[in-house]
């Protein structure tokens, strides 16, 4: 089993009687059914259906004075704060940024020997393994209490990337993506059967429709990778961007139906220069055809 402190997370708490129902009314994920020891994937939105910052929440044991921690970029952690602050009106809650001296270790590759105190299976995808909130100094004491070698952070990166999960900031903008662009409808980040949250009109009207035709796919590069940011053209035509690479896995935001019309063209895809694949060509083709029902 690998470990790796990731040092771009950060740790937001939100506590108070109203905590759970507080959070429940804004964000994509149904934060009624958290418990200790269980996670969930979730964003908070703009009116307008984009994402404002995407996360990891779970519930604290009482032992560690219960209430909800939200594992997001550090980048972020602050002005997640603040917005939530902006938010809270009259509710009884309160909301601490803990970056400081709480971050995330994320393991995978294997079982743990035990199961620490605030760990929790990533519920996007289970081959991402636990992650577990840990302060840094303690980051090689936890690793060996689960039974980790502990690597660096890049190597949990490479683990990502190969199975195509997105990250905020690299294979989309955050204030200008939607959670479907994203795949957080597919990475059960989105709770459909939930109530009202702040954008739940306009993700649940892409829903219905299948209006999503733009998609975070994962990509092959049979070469060097290109820069992130880089157009992918189809002939002369965009078709998306590239986002994070590594070790021959990449992961690309594209317009679907432009790049089924490319396949079904035979034109090669390419960045910077630089010729790369889909990984499941027949999943954006099935992804395209859905957009237009």
Known sequence: MKAAFLPDRGVVKVSGEDARNFLNGLVTTDVTRLRPGLGRFGALLTPQGKIVVDFLITEAPTGHGGGFLIDCPRALAQPLAA???FYKLRAKVAVENLSDG?????AWDGEPVT??????????????????????????KVADLIGADLVESGAYEAHRIAHGVPRGGLDFMY????PHETNMDRLNGVDFDKGCYVGQEVVSRMQHRGTARTRTVKVLLDGPSPE???A?????KPVGTVGSSSGGNGIALVRVDRVTDALDAGLQLTAGGLPLRLAD???VRASAKQSFL
């Open 228 to 230: 992130p940011g880089a």
């Open 232 to 236: 992918i053209v189809a002939g002369d």
């Open 281 to 283: 060509p027949e999943a």
């Open 175 to 178: 204030g200008d993506a939607f």
């Open 115 to 140: 199961q620490p105190d605030l760990a929790f299976t990533d519920p996007r995808d289970g081959a991402l393994g636990l992650r577990i909130l840990v302060p840094e100094e303690l980051k090689q």
């Open 83 to 85: 917005k939530l602050g």
């Open 102 to 106: 709480l971050g995330v270790l994320a």
